[in-house]
């Protein structure tokens, strides 16, 4: 059974250890390994800062009552867009829990949440080497939008914009 919840200061251990899975196995061909080494390094501690108890936006997704996977739905960063859109901010899966739908499930949450809060949009940012992420968010109904940044993650990488209709 799945569950997704928002997160409490007690989960924050839990999901600095599946953002850290997560980055080994989505990026190990895409971001160079010290890049990695060195973010999963720093994640303990953000996510002890990041969850709250004030926390509204960052979610754990437990398969039969054990942390699987984070997600973090938030109002989107750009300026570009109006007050209709929503933001998947995060969505990892730990490997061991990949290709089981739980990322379908999640994002089935997602949907509800940004409509729940009026949105009827979303938008997700994916980096453009990640073929994985990009089929998935795809199959989901996403598609770019035409905009597009460069980021750095040990090297140069370009993200795009993926948007979908509620």
Known sequence: MIHIRLALPADAPDMAEIHMRSWEAAYKDIIPADYIREKNATRPALWESL???DNMIYH????????VG???????????????????????LHPDYYRQGI???A?????????????????????AE??????????C???????????DYGREHIVIRMRKNL
């Open 70 to 92: 984070l997600l973090c739905i938030a109002p989107p960063q750009e300026d570009d867009l109006d007050e209709s859109f929503h933001e998947l901010q995060g969505l990892y």
């Open 107 to 127: 994002m089935a949450f997602a949907y509800e949440n940004a409509r729940a809060s009026a949105k009827t949009n979303m938008i997700v940012w994916a980096l």
């Open 130 to 139: 990640n073929i994985d992420a990009l089929r998935f968010y795809e199959a």
């Open 141 to 151: 109904g996403f598609k770019p939008d035409g905009k597009q940044q460069t980021r």
């Open 51 to 53: 969850i709250t108890e």
């Open 60 to 67: 754990i997704i437990e398969k039969d009552g054990q942390p």
């Open 103 to 105: 990322g379908t499930l």
